[in-house]
């Protein structure tokens, strides 16, 4: 089937829940960048998914070879300057609102998950080195780092520490220079190695002499595959993995200094590369949670392209025996209502979140203290969303899901990753109820159900919102153990009611009598009744405590 970029869903969201107008008055751009954006995920970037998934990046000593015409896109997508939408105007971008960005990094995630996480990445060291960055570095790198012309990597993985980056063994020792000498190996790096781009800048993490143990002695420095007098730098792809999905996006394993050490160069402070890197780390992991709504958006369009075609069975109870199209029958319109209502819900959450880091960029700090608080609901609920609505997918298409030729498995295989990468969801629920659920002494929390309160009617939000209100307080009084218990379930009530509130404003800007508003209010309706009296049974989940995970030592489990 053909993939179609939802322009007008995305003009909608932006207009009444970013508000966007409140951000650009630049409404002709706007149109401009949505419809580009379409014509572009739709032309050139989708055709290779297919191609990207079956053919592979390939390895060799050489480098990383990528899938036929996964170059000349990724050309086409640096000369149409869709890297640059959102970012600085002193770096080479437009300046345009975040949000925007996010709709052109819906399209490509839609269209192709694999090639859109080589400029997914780019946007994070842009935002690291913008804020961290010395002016040097910022002359050499931003710009071309910007238009796409030098993309960039984030190296923070290692073999014995995956999420305990505290762990990390890679060393830095300086030169006397300036520069630094970096020695080490990293894994799971995306895009760490590849032929669409001359050279490639890596930020990587690294360890300096005498640094203190943990976290705390941990710098970020930059280093080019390629050295500024042209030379090729000491580091190099030792192979790649061979992985369930996005098999066109080449995972590698980096090795820094085989040959007496990779030169880079400290980004902001010395022993202050977590701050930096957690700069990076929030960009990405807010467009994380926008691959879980691309990757739902293009599951849900196979799913009902499938349903309106695939003629089976007559309707139980139906005067005529005639066969009828599947999305007739009940239990397939449900999975088809229940794919659009999640995706509805998982856009408007994450374009909001967007939408605040555009105000605290424009000065608003209560809205930077949202957009934090936001973020592990984005990236953790909207990669939920996108392998609970790829996993219908394969559904609706019964057996015929299951068999590659169709499309809909790749979907799920893709979209499996993202609740794993740039700290798994687990650690996104910690991270709300370790730190975002006391931000500003609670305040940033209690904000966010005050405001949804003072607009929604919805019977249902307002019961969740009570329940998140009660389980909010228990877990702010718990023990460690016990709140870790509760947090995935008390994360999943937050996501489902801020999107719940999200969706109710749309439903009530969507008065009219047109298709795209009927199913606009449907899939708010079916939210409000079904999903959300689901998160409301999770409020046991969020308050039982941790002696139930304890009761049985380990060893029994096994």
């Not at 009617?457 to 307002?462: D, F, G, Q, S, V």
């Not at 008390?490 to 404003?505: D, I, K, N, P, S």
Request: charged share 20%; glycine share 12%; hydrophobic share 45%.
């Amino acid at each position: 089937m053909t993939f179609r970029a939802p322009v007008q869903e995305q003009h909608f969201v932006l207009d009444h829940v970013v508000r966007i107008g409140e951000l650009s008055n630049a409404g002709e751009v706007v149109d401009a960048v949505l419809e580009g954006a379409a014509a572009f995920a739709e032309g050139e970037i989708e055709p290779l998914n297919r191609v990207g998934d079956t053919a592979g990046a390939r390895w060799s000593p050489d480098g990383v070879a990528m899938p036929s015409g996964f170059h000349g896109a990724y050309q086409a997508f640096v000369h149409g300057g869709w890297g640059t939408i959102s970012a600085p105007e002193d770096a080479g971008g437009q300046g345009l609102p975040l949000a925007l960005g996010a709709a052109v990094m819906e399209d490509l995630n839609a269209a192709n998950l694999a090639f859109a996480l080589c400029p997914m990445l780019s946007m994070g060291a842009v935002e690291a080195l913008e804020a961290h960055g010395s002016p040097e570095q910022k002359r050499d790198y931003l710009r071309r780092i910007v238009s796409g012309e030098w993309p960039a990597t984030m190296n923070l993985t290692e073999p014995q520490a995956g999420s305990d980056v505290g762990a990390l063994r890679t060393r830095a020792e300086p030169n006397g220079d300036g520069s630094w000498r970096i020695t080490g190996t990293k894994i799971y790096i995306t895009y760490g190695e590849h032929d669409l781009a001359e050279n490639i800048i890596h930020l990587v993490l690294a360890r300096t002499p005498d640094a203190p143990v943990g976290t705390r002695g941990i710098s970020l420095f930059l280093v080019p595959k390629l050295l500024p007098d042209g030379s090729r730098n000491d580091v190099r792809c030792a192979s790649i993995e061979h992985k369930l999905g996005i098999h066109a996006s080449p995972t590698c394993v980096m090795t820094y200094g085989d040959e007496g050490g990779a030169i880079g160069w400290l980004i902001g402070p010395e022993h202050g590369g977590m701050r930096a890197m957690f700069t990076m780390m929030n960009n990405a992991r807010l467009n994380v949670g926008l691959q879980g709504v691309g990757i739902a958006e293009r599951a849900t369009q196979r799913a009902i392209d499938y349903a309106l075609g695939r003629v089976q069975s007559a309707r139980v109870g139906a005067e005529s025996r005639a066969a009828v199209a599947i999305h007739e029958h009940p239990d397939v319109r449900r999975m088809l209502l229940r794919m659009r209502a999640l995706t509805g819900g998982a856009r408007a959450l994450a374009y909001y979140a967007f939408g605040q880091v555009d105000r605290a960029r424009a000065g608003d700090a209560e809205a930077g203290k949202r957009a934090d608080l936001l973020t592990p609901l984005v990236k953790a609920w909207g990669t939920d969303v996108g392998c609970e609505v790829a996993s219908l997918g394969v559904q609706v298409h019964g057996g015929m899901g299951y068999v590659e030729e169709t499309g809909a498995a790749q979907h799920f295989r893709d979209a499996r990753i993202a609740p794993i990468y740039e700290g798994t969801n687990g650690i996104q629920a910690a991270d709300l109820v370790g730190r975002k659920l006391g931000l500003d002494g609670g305040l940033a929390f209690d904000g966010l159900i005050a405001d949804i309160r003072a607009e929604c009617e919805a019977p249902a939000i307002e019961a969740l919102a009570d329940a998140v209100e009660i389980a909010a307080a228990t877990l702010r009084t718990a023990g460690h153990d016990d709140r870790l218990a509760g947090s995935y379930p008390f994360m999943t009530m937050c996501a489902v009611l801020t999107a719940g509130w999200l969706l109710e404003r749309q439903a009530r800007a969507a008065i009219g009598g047109t298709p795209f508003e009927q199913a606009k209010r449907a899939a708010a309706g079916y939210f409000h009744s079904v999903i959300v009296p689901e998160a409301l049974g999770l409020a046991a989940g969020a308050e039982a405590g941790a002696e139930l995970l304890y009761l049985v030592p380990a060893d029994a489990l096994a």
